[in-house]
């Protein structure tokens, strides 16, 4: 385990599982229809790759980047579109693909403005949920792996002022890390 991890909260096993289980949900539910998957850069980037191979229909990625967090731990309460998608939404059915829903104010932003490019519909599918976070706006994860508590998590795509990404579990960091 990392030296700044708390402890694991989710091992690669876990987290494999819990993505697969979702690939086949949304393979259900978008039969006969090809989705367009647009991540969150940057943090979605481990989960996209894991989630589009547990998807068993024609489909499509795309990124954008949008940021509510500079490099600290906090919410700033900036939203800004910094990359847009690179082709025509119109009459796509579109999966929002994000690392964690902490106040939603980031994916609420990005699926307005999405649903202001006519697409056929937008759904968000979050790794992880902060469900006990205040929430900022009204998104919601129509699809979702885990359930997590206010605690700092890093890992799985997950950083703190950019590291960790490249651990392949979930983990909490510990508070020396970031109350220096
Ligand atoms: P929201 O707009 O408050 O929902 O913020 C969502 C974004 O904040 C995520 O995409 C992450 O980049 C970041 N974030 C929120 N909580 C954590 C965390 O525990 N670890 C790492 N990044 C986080
Ligand atoms: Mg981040």
Do not use: W
């Amino acid at each position: 385990m990392h030296k700044d991890v708390e402890r694991i909260l989710f091992t690669e096993e876990q987290l494999s599982e819990a993505v697969k289980t979702v690939g086949k949900k949304i393979t259900e539910d978008y039969a006969g229809k090809t989705p367009l998957l647009v991540g969150i850069l940057k943090g979605s980037v481990v989960f996209m790759t894991d989630l589009m191979r547990a998807i068993d229909l024609e489909c499509e990625i795309d990124f954008m980047v949008a940021k509510s967090y500079g490099s600290s731990a906090k919410s700033t309460g900036n939203v800004k579109i910094l990359k847009d998608l690179d082709t025509d939404i119109s009459e796509k059915d579109i999966i929002l693909v994000e690392d964690i829903l902490d106040t939603a104010r980031t994916l609420t932003a990005v699926k307005k403005y999405l649903l202001g490019k006519n697409p056929a519909s937008v759904r968000i599918c979050a790794l992880l949920d902060k469900v006990t976070a205040e929430k900022a706006g009204d998104a919601k994860a129509d699809y979702k792996c885990f359930d997590v508590e206010n605690e700092f998590l890093v890992g799985y795509g997950l950083d703190y002022a950019e590291s960790y990404r490249n651990l392949p579990y979930i983990g909490v960091l510990k508070h020396e890390v970031y109350e220096k």
